[in-house]
Nanobody
């Protein structure tokens, strides 16, 4: 089993930045994909972006240039750097890990962008 714990959410003003972290523990296959999703009130969960264990990244087109995903394989941790935040980025952000025999989710962390 894989456990994911997110951290780093909070309240930020428009134009500000936040960095989310997600630490994975448990039995993790050597090749995996870690990703970030978000869900705003009344909306479906959507992909923010993902990164493979070999470092290949993929982003939702509207977020390219403002959001950056990185990972530290030694720590089994993925990061989401969010810059130039907008009120419409307000959502619960979830971490996901997909690997051999597993598709795990974190509990989510709230990000609120408001003045």
């Amino acid at each position: 089993q894989v456990q994911l714990v997110e951290s780093g959410g909070g309240l930020v003003q428009p134009g500000g930045s936040l960095r989310l972290s997600c630490a994975a523990s448990g039995v993790i296959s050597s090749f995996n994909v870690m990703g970030w999703y978000r869900q705003a009130p009344g909306k479906q969960r959507e992909l923010v972006g993902s990164i493979t264990s070999t470092g290949r990244t993929n982003y939702a087109n509207p977020l390219k240039g403002r959001f950056t995903i990185s990972r530290d394989n030694a720590k089994n941790t993925v990061y989401l750097q969010m810059d130039s935040l907008k009120p419409e980025d307000t959502a619960v952000y979830y971490c996901n890990l997909a690997g051999v025999g597993t598709n795990s989710w974190g509990q989510g962390t709230q990000v609120t962008v408001s003045s």
